[in-house]
């Protein structure tokens, strides 16, 4: 057995049945991050001693018959924009890098009440700012399938660590694609619920209407299990959905009768073809076990890019407001309240936050607000008119996680190439629907390609359904064994 | 040329909540410096708003009592501008659907009835509060943030520019003021900065329909600052056009020591609000029957209350309009007048009377010690003659400062009036008898006499004789 490839499921078989402590697991973990991390720089942050002593206490639950849920004892890493009360939480920007949070995110109270120790906070994009992790102000994190590479981002961190074996599975946040992409780059499967099913409560906000935590795991039922785990009504955030309990995973998938769509706007306009083919490999196998297969047009996928950059950084430009120096964070000094401002921000962002600061003040000023920012709501709303009706005809969209595999350090070097990476992945945001991306090949590099599963609101069971079945197809069995 | 003064108001009020608008926070009044605040309202990276229901009720109601119609569907905005004592450098407010609109306030002014349109009232929170070293923020070398006050809610009123002097504007605040108190939503301290206004005033020539060039002015921290400040701007810009300038638009602030206005910033300076729909909060749905639920909880307000006790009391307007300027007064007479048969005795002693004496100890009237039981069994006695009304300024100074009933003072001092025509009878007899000259003057038509013989008995019953029938025995006696 090789414990940094097993899945989180067969670990739970593995603690359950006597042969693996919570401890060794952890320790099992911390010599896989000192190993890993000079070459991967998954975390930000390591907590540790903290996680063995929390592996111990589990343990002796364990010892007890008192476990606090079925994952207790398994260790987990958190995306360092999600607030671990006492432990620094930096957002990947000199603006938050000695800020420690004096309360706990509602996801990460959910996972200290569950019993999963937190292993410690990784890298991203500066405020989830970007697409490769290249962003973060405070380290590089590579590419554990091809370290010259990029991991994906923003959530690059918690892909690679997952990856890398350094984490079972991980906590991210997706604004755009943020988990789906790095799911995608890194070779693992990440997932974005439906807007409102995990609470934002603790979340550094990016745009609050599109953000969403979600999760990694290496295999599909992982993801899934760690997405049941922390999904929930919480009153705290008033934007969560009344509580529903996820079910999430079946014994015995299946694919039969499934309607799949193919639209077609993003196989379109010059796609990769190695990307393509593994798609189209997809949906042949889903038609030969009874899927329907239709393509069909959406047509207003050809704004989603421009669409989620107006309302993102509109909405990023108020969230990031409050950080000016006053109150916690990095502060320049001045010689008036104002200066103090314009200096710590300047000194403390890095320069693709200050460019979205500015693009969505200008869309949101006086006389550009109709222009910009109003209709870029009235397309959301038209999009989300759109994929209701895309709904009434198919239960699943398929689509490639992004338009190509992992890139080279600096290869993206104009912001709008960078953009554009998130064509696929911006719409499920926009339109506040659950996407899934798993694994479904690799390319002439080896390097893996991202499936992209988007359902209606609320159908997080059929994905994780279907996206199972699609593993198993590609791992010719049990998922739960490698 | 003659210019006609056009005034609007922007009124912001503090919700009485227990809690903050979008946190759990206590909103008390005097707390240690940052001892009533959370995540949300210090504005921590990842805390997220709560909407307080209480905060929307209150809102709804004070909508309700100024007349507005209340938007079934409403949202909250966010206004940006960065301010140390704005945490997260936005506010949460109000925009494009306020919770109320179209309302009017009628006042009294000049003894007249008067009116002023609500153009609308919205629901945000309050910022912090600076606490500046020195004097003003200029030449203080550093600044303390207390963050008690944010989150705190707040309404914004605005009225449409209908008041035409600073007396209307005065009077209309009091009325308003009045208004919200009845409503319970808010106390509306002026000086605890539980009600601010800032004023909109501009000039046009009498006669002309299109408004002149407006000027915003802000700090005044009383209604009286108010109305000196609108009187100072009115003034100066009369100058302005009159000494053929325009008035340019801006904002001024009120110095209330040198008593005028002041230039703050221009049109050109003025914030870029940007304002957009708060994405933290779910827009607001209110059912018509939730909010007739909060109209039917609506008290008596004061205008018809006045009205009614003119009509059930007989009181004058003056009274009346006294009596009902505070809720508490108001209470406070109908509990005495239910007790006492006289309303228009009971109102003059609370409108005199137990008003000095509650304004000189600073005690509100809800706690008087004077109960209006107390009060109306004091009047009783002055009705039956027991004691003179003179004498019973006495006993409610002493009820007042010891809290004993009108029985035990008038005991105690021995201020039982004594009315009995015997006893007074005999005195006036020996009175008469013992100056037979002065009898005879009186009955020779000089009726100054009369006052004479007064103070003779008055002083040999030492005050306590009814002066109406120790008058009365007189005149009888001395015509015999
Ligand atoms: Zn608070």
Known sequence: ?482 | MTYEPVIGLEIHVELLTATKLFCGCLTGFGAQPNSQCCPVCLGLPGALPVLNRRAVEFAVMAGLALGCRIHTRSKFDRKNYFYPDLPKAYQISQFDLPFCVDGAVSFELDGGPSEAGITRVHLEEEAGKSVHSGDSILGSTYSSIDYNRSGIPLIEIVTEPDLRSPEAAKAFLEQLRTTLQYTGVSDCKMQEGSLRCDANVSLRPVGQEPFGTKVEVKNMNSFRAVERALAYEIHRQTGVLTGGDTVSQETRAWDEARGVTVSMRSKEESHDYRYFPEPDLMPVTMEAPWIEGLRARLPELPLARKRRFCRDFSLSHDEAYQLTQSRETADFFEAAAALHPSPKAVSNWINGELARLLNEAGVAITVSPVTPEMLSKLLDYVKAGTISSTAAKDVLEDMFVTKRSAELVIKEKGLEQISDSDAIGSVVQAIIEAHPEEAAAFRAGKDKVLGFFVGQVMREMRGKANPQVVNELLRQKLRN
């Open chain 1, 1 to 482: 057995m090789n414990l940094q490839t097993t899945s989180a499921v067969e670990l739970q078989r593995l603690l359950n049945d006597g042969s693996l402590s919570s401890r060794e697991l952890v320790d099992r973990c911390a010599e896989r991050i000192s190993d890993q991390e000079p070459s991967i720089g998954a975390f930000l942050t390591l907590s540790l001693d903290t996680a063995k002593a929390e592996a111990a206490a589990s343990d002796e639950r364990r010892r007890r018959g008192a476990l606090l849920s079925p994952w207790d004892g398994i260790p987990v890493a958190v995306k360092d924009n999600i607030c671990t009360r006492g432990l620094r939480t930096t957002c990947g920007s000199r603006m938050l890098e000695r800020f420690v949070p004096p309360y706990d995110a509602a996801v990460v109270e959910r996972l200290r009440t569950a019993g999963l120790p937190v292993l410690g906070k990784t890298n991203l994009d500066e405020f989830a700012m970007g697409s490769s992790t290249e962003n973060s102000a405070l380290q590089r994190t590579c590419n554990p399938r091809d370290t010259q590479r990029v991991p994906g981002g923003s959530s690059g961190g918690s892909a690679a660590a997952v990856a890398a074996g350094e984490s079972p599975w991980a906590l991210g946040s997706d604004t755009g694609g943020s988990i789906r992409q790095p799911a995608a780059f890194c070779g693992v499967v990440g997932i974005k619920p439906t807007y409102g099913t995990v609470s934002r409560y603790g979340l550094v906000a990016y745009a609050s209407s599109l953000d969403q935590i979600g999760t990694f795991g290496r295999r599909v039922r992982d993801a899934a299990s760690l997405l049941q785990l922390i999904a929930g009504h919480d009153a705290r955030d008033s934007t969560s959905l009344p509580a529903e309990t996820l079910q999430l995973g079946s014994d015995d998938p299946s694919v039969r009768g499934l309607r799949v769509g193919l639209p077609l706007e993003y196989l379109e306009h010059g796609l990769n073809a190695e990307i393509h083919q593994a798609v189209m490999d997809a949906v042949r196998r889903l038609e030969e076990a009874g899927a329907v297969v239709q393509e069909l047009r959406l047509p207003l996928t050809d704004y989603a890019v421009e669409t989620y950059y107006l309302i993102a950084t509109a909405e990023a430009s108020s969230n990031l407001a409050r950080y000016d120096g006053v109150r916690y964070g990095y502060r320049a000094e001045a010689d008036d309240s104002r200066g103090m401002f314009e200096m710590s921000r300047t000194e403390g962002f890095g320069d693709e936050v200050k460019r979205r600061i500015m693009l969505g003040t200008y869309a949101l000023s006086a006389g550009y607000y109709d222009a910009y920012y109003k209709k870029a709501q009235q397309i959301r709303t038209m999009m989300r008119r759109e994929y209701e009706s895309a709904f009434e005809q198919v239960d699943v969209l398929l689509t490639p996680t992004s338009p190509t595999t992992a890139f080279a350090f600096g290869d993206k070097s104009t912001p709008l190439d960078m953009y554009l990476q998130d064509i696929f992945t911006v719409t499920s945001n926009l339109v506040g629907i659950p996407a899934v991306s798993l694994p479904c090949g690799e390319d002439s590099h080896k390097l893996p390609i991202g499936l992209q599963i988007m359902g209606p609101h609320f159908s997080e069971a059929r994905l994780v359904e279907t996206a199972e079945w699609l593993e198993r197809q590609r791992n010719g069995g049990d998922s739960h064994d490698l």
